[in-house]
């Protein structure tokens, strides 16, 4: 009896999780291979960092997921080398598997434009790791301001600063100002959290630069009126314990801050290298592998990439931008593509992104959005921005769960995620003491 045509999906993010589930009824072995056993709403991964949900209200486990799709198995590894003539993936732990069809979904990773030391000192928001790190970050600020010996420590405690003023800074920017002003007003008795600072950075002309000038423009003021600080045309030179150091223009300023959070680019995984290096594909700046209109790569028709990691463009000649949208639409193209394949009908040449429009939430009844060409902002954008995020959340519990959070929210400012936790709750105060004792900030 012949093997069914076998398809590896590597990654259970928006594109893979898609091309998966739209492969449900066709004939074919799926196997979904994700180095972690759950699928991570990104788009509300900054709630978890400023401590509005609990990671597992926005992420729900692949098995879970996919355990009535009786052609599909999940297993958990990551993959570290592909044999093109072959047609093997290999993983990390050595596992070898064959396929037929290659779809490759393995996205992103956080950009500090060749100063990684700065992740240390600024830690972004990809995973779940670094979701509660900065939750972690933003609270003990407060607590150590409450503890500060004299004003300018408590002031370095109380700057906030995010470099970065694309959807996710904005975002950041927003929910941390209403911490400071709502949530946490009451709560601390030698400081006022409303006096805290939040610095909103940005290298080019505006914020939002992706989305059309007047909605940027509304949404620096929304922002703005929230109390936070934008500051364009800064190219930030230096991140450390002290703060951060940037130029604009002419001249080079340094502002005392122990909380620096990164919104900045992204680039290629390791992995995503290791392909484009192994097909000999041609790659953007970020490492992003140029595909052709079909999303397979150059010479090899059986191998797909969706997502952050293909330069797709359209019919215009612009490249796709980076959002779930992308991912999930080119999951199922992929996914039909195959399916034609297959049953040996020609499929679709092309692969036509349709364009539902661009969100970005400020704060409460605050937001912008670009829908179908619509302008809309404030309460009427960030509605629908409510409405949009709870369908695409995976699993409906999640969806219930969510809905209920952000309905208490609304109504009270509480924020029920405020937790600082881990080994890092105590390595901290360790940490600043033996600084403060050497005469250095942290």
Known sequence: MAQPHRVIVLGGGFGGLSAVQKLKRAPVEVILIDRRNFHLFQP???????????????????RGVLSRQKNTQVLLGEVSDIDLAAKKVQLLDGAVFD???????????????????????????????????????????????????????????????????????????????EIANETLKHDFRHIDPREARILLVEGGPRVLPSFPEDLSAKAEKLVTKLGVEVMKGVMVTTIDANGVTFRRGDKTESLAAHTVLWAGGVETTTFGRKLAQRTHAETDRSGRIKVNSDLTIPNYPDIFIVGDL?????????????????????GAFVAKTIKARIENKKPDRAFHYFNKGDMAVIGRAAAVANIFGFHLSGFIAWFTWLFVHLIY??????????????????????????????????????????????????
């Open 310 to 330: 293909a330069h797709a463009t359209d019919k215009d000649g612009k490249p796709m931008p980076g959002v779930a949208q992308v991912a999930i639409q080119g």
């Open 99 to 177: 396929y037929d069809s290659l779809i490759v979904a393995t996205g992103s990773q956080t950009s500090y434009y060749g100063n990684d030391a700065w992740r240390e000192w600024a830690p972004s928001l990809k995973s779940v790791e670094e979701a509660t790190a900065i939750r972690h970050k933003i609270l003990y600020a407060f607590e150590r301001a409450e503890r500060a010996a004299t004003h300018e420590e408590s002031r370095a405690w109380l700057t906030f600063v995010i470099v970065g003023a694309g959807a996710t800074g904005l975002e950041l920017a927003g929910a941390l100002a």
């Open 393 to 442: 959340i995976v699993e409906f519990q999640n969806r219930v769960m969510v809905f209920i959070q952000w309905g208490f929210e609304y109504l009270t400012f509480s924020r029920g995620a405020r937790l600082i936790t881990g080994s890092a709750a105590t390595d901290s105060i360790k940490q600043a003491a033996s600084v403060h004792t050497s005469g250095e900030g942290t």
């Open 44 to 62: 509300l991964m900054y709630q978890i960092a400023t401590g509005s949900l609990s990671p597992g209200e926005i992420a729900a486990p692949l």
